[in-house]
């Protein structure tokens, strides 16, 4: 993990890029004073309701369907403890590091508000495991939109559980006693806290929206690898004619496309060689485009909530003139819409680059040698990655099946509409990976198929891709084991710097 820019916490938007830099690329977490006097003043809010007595749901009763339940003394720092321990009954694989980096970073910016009223120690804890590199293993399944992701986080602050630490997986109790840490002891509200709002999704989300930021950059480019190699029409792209739809998504790609095939000629050669091309050709900027426009909504929605406070109940005021207010903002219905749709929109991506591909390797339209094999019927050629990329497109077609519908009742009819926003931002996750190999594979295969047209000049951003492949997969001459070949060209498109580095003027 490279060290990154240190990212400041101090009242102002949060955007997912900074959530991105914490939680992929290691960089170092702060609050700043005014930060922590929020906190503070919402903690000595909590304090004066400890004193007076007065009912406040978390802070001094039962949870859920236990909320009528007076608690008091010494029961509300065994609440938070229990409440921690109770609700880490996550199950499946553990999510990734990075995955969990992402989580606690929302949490933090969702206590920075000053709306919660968790001790600074709590917050404390939470930097101290992003910035010592002590990752709690935190069972991927489980959650209804929150709750068991975030206690599993938790009981890493009380030395329960096991951490990923320095490349190894060790007990919670062993890193925090390596970074010279001590477990926690919690206080009223502190658990309750923890398990609390809508970080999960959240999180999850702002890497998703990276990782889809990238992907569509890379659909334009491989969609015009593609486009070339089967010789389209240029005019469907024409500025002119894009602009009589004015989606905004569309307009970029159309650009985008333009810059990639400028001085093509492959394209100027084939001009009239047909009257239109396939949907699947000459529909890049409109579906393209529509994916990009779905990914400017998830943006919106995913930073409003990053930004939001999503804790229940929350803390207004001063400790001399406050008010506790009991409400449904840990309710992540926008979050589990925007991912939704987002994984609808990758999926879409997907099935598009299949049916391009699939043209590529299928001689009766390709107008090139039958699965981009010199020599056929001896050689297979490029016909099995098919099979892949349309498998991997019906894997997609099932994740995009919309995890905010299904609702289910939990805790004693007291919690009755969930969100399932966690559950939809980690099958985003699973079709964000399905849509690369899909793209690796379109881009292994639009490659090939340019082999057969390199005595023609390609289009500037073409060219540019089609020999940053080569440099780690050779052209294909005769079958060899393509797995390999598949995971390189993966391996392009998920490196972060990659793309601009060669391409700086994409979008």
């Given amino acids: 993990m490279s060290q990154a820019e240190k990212i400041i916490i101090t009242g102002d938007h949060l955007h997912w890029q900074e959530v991105v830099a914490v939680a992929r690329h290691g960089a170092p977490l702060e609050l700043s004073s005014d930060t922590w006097a929020r906190i503070d003043n919402a903690q000595a809010i909590v304090q004066r309701i400890v004193a007076s007595g007065e009912r406040a749901y978390g802070v001094n009763t039962g949870l859920g369907g236990l909320s009528n339940v007076s608690l008091q003394d010494e029961q509300l720092s065994q609440l938070s403890r229990n409440t921690l321990l109770s609700h880490a009954c996550g199950v499946g694989p553990v999510l990734s590091d990075e995955q969990t980096r992402a989580i606690i970073c929302a949490a933090v910016h969702n206590y920075s508000h000053g709306k919660s009223g968790l001790h600074r120690r709590v917050v404390e804890g939470l930097l101290a495991l992003l910035n010592s590199g002590i ?136 001009k009239g060689i047909r009257t239109q091309d396939a949907l699947s050709i000459r529909s890049i900027p409109q579906v393209h485009g529509a994916a990009r426009d779905q990914l400017q909504h998830a943006i919106n929605q995913v930073e409003a909530e990053l930004n939001g406070c999503t804790d229940n109940p929350l803390l207004l005021g001063t400790p001399d003139n406050f008010r506790v207010m009991s409400q449904a903002n840990p309710h992540g219905q926008s979050v589990a819409m925007a991912a939704d749709l987002l994984a609808i929109a990758m999926a879409e991506i997907g099935s598009i680059a299949e049916r391009r591909l699939d043209r590529l390797v299928n001689p009766h339209v390709s107008g090139l040698p039958a699965f981009l094999v010199a020599n056929p019927g001896v050689n297979s050629g490029m016909m099995i990655v098919q099979y892949v990329a349309a498998s991997l497109c019906a894997e997609n077609r099932q994740l995009a099946q919309p995890a905010v519908l299904d609702n289910y009742i939990t805790s004693g009819l007291q919690e009755d509409h969930l969100s399932m926003g966690t559950n939809a931002a980690l099958k985003l996750h699973r079709a964000l990976e399905n849509c690369t190999q899909i793209l690796a594979i379109e881009y292994l295969l639009a490659a090939q198929a340019l082999e057969f047209l390199k005595e023609q000049r390609f289009g500037v951003g073409t060219d540019r891709a089609w020999r940053l492949l080569r440099e780690t997969v050779p052209a294909y001459d005769e079958d060899r084991w393509l797995a390999p070949d598949i995971a390189a060209a993966a391996t392009v498109l998920k490196d972060p710097n990659l793309l601009h580095n060669v391409l700086p003027n994409l979008h």
């Fill in 135 to 270: 990752t709690p293993q935190v069972p991927s399944q489980g959650s209804v939109g929150y709750l068991t992701h975030m206690a599993h986080i938790g009981i890493a602050l009380l030395g329960v559980g096991n951490v990923s630490y320095r490349g190894q997986i060790i007990s919670a109790q062993q890193a925090l006693a390596e970074e010279g840490l001590e477990p926690m002891h919690l206080g009223a509200k502190d658990g309750l806290c923890l398990v609390n709002g809508t970080p999960c999704m959240t999180g999850l989300s702002c890497l998703a929206i990276a990782d889809a930021t990238r992907l569509l950059q890379w659909a334009d480019v491989i969609g015009a690898m593609s486009f070339e190699a089967q010789r389209g029409q240029i005019d469907a792209f024409d500025a002119e004619i894009i602009a009589l739809k004015p989606h905004p998504g569309m307009q970029q790609v159309g650009n985008n496309l333009r810059a990639l095939l400028d001085g093509s000629e492959v394209i100027a050669a084939s």
